[in-house]
């Protein structure tokens, strides 16, 4: 996918085999702190039936494109009306990332309050998250994209491909050093290259029974039944709604004030406890004794805002506790002072 906090990459073959250990080859899993979608996927293609979520809108379009498709969307509704001409749909597909790709470009938001030669609304200086000319062309194609979901000409899905789609492009050419939170100074050579749409490669494995939902956790909990829960809650006080914000604005489709030299969104409506030493616990309990399943499994790291002990005294409320810890090399520059070394934990909790 792409650089993202807390990517579990590294631990995806550990959480597969604990899975298994504690509900077999097969059953409903719950994600609900699902991110860019990577372990949902995973879950997916061990033959898991998955309930996912997140607070995010394009965690929410990740989640459908990973989840709900295993072929293109046929694009009725652009087919139709004659903007798509192919009948095969793998090619129709292809047609139309072609059709928004050659889109002339658009001085919109993107290009006022993202890139070097804008004028940002509320004053200050331009902003170098994007090159300009791929500033305008993202303005080009989000407000095409909003058109056609305004006349319904999308299906809720294949909204969700053409976001997606959108955002991982986004990703390749982004003025940025990992997150969102700001630019980096100057303009660096992966940001002059030209964004391009490009199709999604569609995996196989069996799309029945999977469900994407949208929000926090806490209020989503009690609404879902499934065999295991997996929780990845955010480790760090860093919030994901301002660190991607401006992914979150590609994936609403809307035109927020953009404040401050970093031009944030008002993101206070997806502001996570669970980023707060003081409501994170709180909420895990909250989540847990809400969720209608027996086995939890929570990944966390030393790293963390709360300790090994102050987790397992919360998760002892529920049930039996066990933990196993893995060791993987850290990602430091030459300068840090932290270890090379970092645990990672794996936390069972069955309920009784």
Sequence with gaps: MYRYIGNKTKLLPHIMER?????????????IMAGTGLVSLEFRKNGYQVIASDMMTYSYHHLNANLLLKSPPSFEGLYSSKILHSENEQERYEELLGYLNSLSPKKGFFYQEFSPDGTPDYGGDSRKYFSSQNAVKIDAIREKVNQWVSEKSLTDVEQSLLKHDLIMSVNEVAN???TYGYFLAELSKKSLAEIRLKPTEFLKYDTTGHSVLLGFAEELAAGIKADLCY??????????AANYHILETIARGDFPDAIGKSGLRDWWDQHSKLCTKTKGIQSLEEIIGEIDCQKILVSYSEDGLFSLEQLVEC???????EVQIIDYN??????SDLSKTLEEYLISIVKE
């Design 19 to 31: 899975v298994k250990q504690l509900i077999g080859p097969k059953g409903v899993v719950a994600d």
């Design 176 to 178: 940025i050093s990992g």
């Design 231 to 240: 929780i990845d809650p955010p480790y760090m006080k860093r919030q994901y």
């Design 315 to 321: 998760f002892e409320k529920f049930g039996t506790v």
């Design 330 to 335: 850290r990602f430091r520059s030459n300068e």
